[in-house]
């Protein structure tokens, strides 16, 4: 049974990765087509045609390797500075540049000279690249709010799960009760494990992220009322100063970091909550940067990453991973003890997590990725307008063209680190259990 579902689970997540490349797709497409460019092509994967259909002037497929898609718009880039499209040259750089050219003419049909995506202005031409990457942010961001404010995440809340013994700085690392320590403020209160707290010296708290900051922020006397047995009650404490573990402002904590503040004295219980619509676009936000700074730390990852394919050494939970990994953490989601609901919403998480990466990655300014088109139409767009202010002549469109050697060599240390994480995900892959 637990194999069936890890192969539901890897079925699904497939299913659900197919259909992100196709949205992504979609986006170029459809403001493309809305824009006048001629679309021959549409497919989903890579490698060998596996299905295909030509409706109108297009041709719908799917591929044998599903690691990505595209779309093959008429006139990429234009023709070279005489007009004509030349054969390739002995220059390895230069060939790149007019292989490039050709590509993106070789299905140029009578009656398309104004129907190619250079000769759009650069604003439609910024539209059609980050329409593709903008297409999976807004299935994030659907997902994501489904997921949280429908079926809810595991998360920490209000209700007490177990009460300290006595006073110990959390840099301590421990639970035992040295000889002489004082009671904690929460238990010498009178408080419980199961009582929900509700308010805090007056004011009512309906998140642990709010009473974790109100706490901290407190020493002295203090008033908590408490649901237990059905009944509400009211405590008094008395908080000291303790170290206590760094928050990151959410209820969460920061790895071996410590700071001075409030403490009562007790650890919260954790269970699914729903969210509310502020607190869902709150995480949403959260998610968002740390995204940014998961891809701005990417490089960094690269010798752990290699040391986990290569020396065994422990793969952390942080780690990059493929489509490979990620299909095996989906396949591990539905194995599995817990409600169905919560596998759907892992799974769903982790699509959107999907999606959220897709986003980032494509809009970083760099060829061959959609953010290196865009950037080149804003430097044309910039260039032609300070042409106009110094009444000089138009430059023309930018030939992003140009750029290809640099293109190759970035698609070059993607395919490098793709491979990598290829091997890393199957040698030693990051696990949800141990």
């Not at 493309?32 to 460019?37: I, L, P, Q």
């Not at 049909?109 to 999976?136: C, I, Q, S």
């Not at 968002?288 to 986990?308: F, H, Q």
Request: some cysteine.
């Amino acid at each position: 049974m637990t194999a069936l579902m890890t192969i539901l689970g890897i079925v699904v997540f497939v299913v659900g990765l197919l259909f992100s490349i196709a949205w992504h797709e979609l986006g170029h497409f459809s403001t493309a087509k809305m824009f006048g460019v001629r679309v021959p092509q549409f497919m989903v994967g890579f490698g060998p045609t596996l299905w295909s259909k030509h409706k109108g002037e297009t041709e719908y497929g799917i591929k044998a390797v599903p690691l990505g898609g595209y779309i093959r718009m008429i006139g990429m880039f234009p023709p070279g500075d005489d007009g004509a499209v030349r054969q390739r040259s002995s220059s390895p750089f230069r060939g790149m540049i007019e292989d490039a050219r050709s590509a993106a003419y070789e299905e140029l049909k009578p009656g398309d000279e104004h129907r190619m995506l250079y000769t759009r202005k650069p604003w439609k031409r910024v539209v059609v690249m980050f329409a593709g990457p903008f297409m999976n942010l807004v299935l994030a961001v659907v997902i994501f709010l489904l997921v949280l404010m429908t079926f809810g995440v595991n998360t920490q809340t209000t209700t007490v799960s177990t009460v300290s013994e006595c006073v110990i700085p959390a840099s301590a690392q421990t639970d035992k009760c040295p000889e002489g320590a004082k009671d904690s403020p929460a238990k010498a209160a009178g408080l419980q494990p199961g009582d929900k707290i509700v308010s805090f010296d007056g004011k009512r708290v309906e998140d642990w992220g709010a009473l974790q900051r109100s706490i901290r922020d407190t020493t002295g006397p203090a008033t908590l009322t408490v649901e237990r047995d059905g009944a509400r009650r009211t405590l008094h404490a008395d908080l000291i100063e303790n170290k206590v573990a760094k928050s990151d402002g959410h209820g969460s904590y920061v790895p071996d970091e410590y700071v001075s503040a409030g403490f009562l004295g007790f650890t919260p219980a954790s269970g699914v909550v729903q969210q509310s619509f502020p607190q869902a676009v709150d995480r949403m936000g959260d998610m968002m940067a740390n995204g940014v700074e998961a891809l701005i730390a990417l490089p960094g990852k690269v010798p752990d990453l290699w040391n986990a394919a290569f020396d065994g050494a422990e793969r952390k939970q942080d780690s990059p991973m493929g489509v490979v990994g990620a299909a095996r953490v989906g396949g591990e989601v539905f194995s599995l003890d817990i409600p169905p609901s919560q596998r759907v919403a892992t799974m769903l998480f982790l699509v959107a997590g999907f999606n959220l990466s897709l986003f980032l990655f494509n809009m970083l300014p760099l060829l061959p990725l959609d953010g290196g088109h865009i950037a080149g139409a804003v430097w044309e767009s910039l260039r032609r307008n300070l042409a106009k202010v110094f009444r000089r002549p138009d430059p023309g469109p930018f030939d992003v063209a140009k750029l290809m050697p640099l293109a190759y060599v970035v698609a070059g240390i993607f395919l490098c680190f793709t491979l990598l994480v290829l091997v890393a995900d199957v040698v030693n892959p990051v696990r949800l259990t141990g």
